[in-house]
């Protein structure tokens, strides 16, 4: 992960070397949201690429954990995603932390799809901890309406006084139903929390086979080059001189 970043760092004269450790990578974080907000976010966005992040999600104990909970045959119709919170990344005007959600409405496929967590440094209840409602899956689709990142669960329909932190360390995973109630805790200004997720989906659930395999999410592809004059001929010889 930290690879992404000290490339871009050092086409800006920096001279980094990639680090593993989650105060190095917060400093190289701080260098590139400072540098260009629109290369920083573009390289988080890559994180959620890394073929070890897909690999991750894919470990045989949490795949067996969710056939345990009857994920049958599991597809991923969404690719994972890293959740960056911390007081001096915020981007201007956008994400930090989610509130109060269901992850159904994102997708609306099979009824028992499930949710994996997982943060990558040791989470407590004053380093934005995921906040959750225990047993509010049971409850159906809560009453909401869409916002810019979410589907907005409508406050009146919950008591701010059952959540509860999920405190974890690095190395847990958290499993969730897609119905369960959960939101992101703003509590850790003085903190620093990188978390990854991704969702578990059942090919084999009655309701999603009955509904003719249907997903919320749309894949778009833009057709028009990025960069017209890219790439040249000498670009592709040098790549290809072998």
Known sequence: MDLI??????????IETAVDTSEGVHRHMRMLHSQNQQIYLQSLKLWAK????????????????TKSFGIERAIFQTSPVVHVMAGDLKITDGYHGV????DWPALQSGLDTIT????????DRNNYPVELIPGSHRQGL????SAQNIYAVDPDSYNENDFI?????????????????????LLGDRG???????????????TFIERNYPSAQKRIIERELL????????????????
Request: glycine share 4%.
């Open 99 to 102: 509130g109060a959600h269901q």
């Open 165 to 185: 932190p999920m405190e974890v360390n690095q190395g847990d995973v958290l499993f969730m139903s897609n119905f369960i109630l959960h939101r992101t805790s």
């Open 50 to 65: 890394l073929f070890s992040l897909q690999a991750l999600i894919m470990h045989e104990s949490i795949v067996a954990i």
């Open 142 to 145: 809560f009453p909401g309406k």
């Open 227 to 242: 960069n017209p004059s890219f790439p040249n001929k000498a670009l592709l010889e040098e790549v290809y001189s072998f």
């Open 192 to 206: 620093f929390r990188i978390a990854g997720s991704a969702r578990y989906e059942n090919a084999c659930e009655k």
């Open 116 to 123: 994996i967590w997982f943060p990558f440094m040791n989470v």
């Open 5 to 14: 970043l000290v490339q871009q760092l050092n086409r800006f004269a920096y």
